[in-house]
């Protein structure tokens, strides 16, 4: 397993995105430290593009930021009247007719959905700040790794908006809506230690040992047999929407569908 992606060739590398692929492993790197990996629309069709080139041999995504904040969120060029040059500005957004100022964010949020899906899990190292959008990209992962100095933070309702990058699903469900709530509300900051021991985070390491934590908690999440985890995290992320008697029938199909599969019976 090669070092994070430095020693690889990228299939992706535009507009602050870098995607790198050692046999089942990608790595998908944040590459703007300068602004602290800000983000833009443009990076945003940057990552949705790097889920539609992974090939099909990629079994596990780390997600990393260069520098020393994983993301501070939102490029705040784009709070200007003149906006992100190429780019819709704000009031040019707001102007737009209701199906079209919804088919743009729905479009910015491609960038975040991919990172779900079945038959990959993901794993965020995140250090330092991730705010707002950085933030919310961290949550889109099925799993986080902090560094001791991370800060995360939701400031999206003191700029007058609200989180809409996929991010008040997956921390309602990790932190249940009375802490979702004042996190969102106040904008105060999520430490490392609160991370872990409210569910946000599932390891917190030094800063220095970061990279090498994802890259073992990588290692372990492809030692298990692929479709096992493609059923698990099925399972799971299905959990929530389906009754008790419910879960319990699809577990039972799920166990059946690997047993036959085990045993030289599957489809």
């Known amino acids: 397993m090669a070092t994070p992606d430095q020693e690889l060739v990228p299939l992706l590398d535009q507009d602050g995105v870098r995607l790198t692929v050692d046999d089942a492993l990608a790595t998908v790197t944040l590459t703007n430290p300068a602004k602290r990996n800000a983000q833009s629309p443009a990076m945003w069709r940057a990552l949705a593009e790097a889920g539609r080139l992974l090939p099909g041999s990629v079994r596990v995504v780390v997600l990393r930021g260069e520098g020393k904040s994983f993301s501070a969120g939102l490029d705040r060029q784009m709070f200007t009247p003149e906006g992100i040059e190429g780019e819709p500005s704000f009031i040019d957004l707001a102007r737009s007719g209701d199906a079209e100022l919804d088919a743009a964010i729905a479009g910015f949020q491609e960038g975040f959905t991919w990172w779900r899906r079945n038959d990959i899990v993901t794993v965020a190292a ?28 939701m400031r999206e309702t003191s700029l007058g908006l609200v989180p809409d990058l996929t991010g008040t ?99």
């Open 126 to 153: 995140v250090q330092g700040h991730a705010i707002g959008a950085g933030f919310q990209l961290a949550l889109a992962c099925d799993l986080r790794v902090v560094a001791d100095d991370v800060l995360f933070a």
């Open 169 to 267: 699903h997956p921390l309602v469900s990790l932190v249940g809506y009375g802490r979702a709530a004042e996190i969102c509300l106040t904008g105060r900051f999520v430490g490392a230690q609160e991370a872990v021991n409210s569910g946000l985070a599932n390891r917190a390491v030094p800063a220095e040992e970061l990279d090498a934590a994802a890259r073992e908690l990588a290692a372990a999440l492809l030692a298990a047999p692929r479709e096992a985890l493609i059923e698990t995290k099925a399972l799971l992320r299905g959990a929530g929407d389906r009754t008790y008697d419910e879960q319990r029938a699809a577990e039972r199909a799920a166990q059946a569908r690997r047993l036959r599969d085990l045993a030289g019976l599957g489809e």
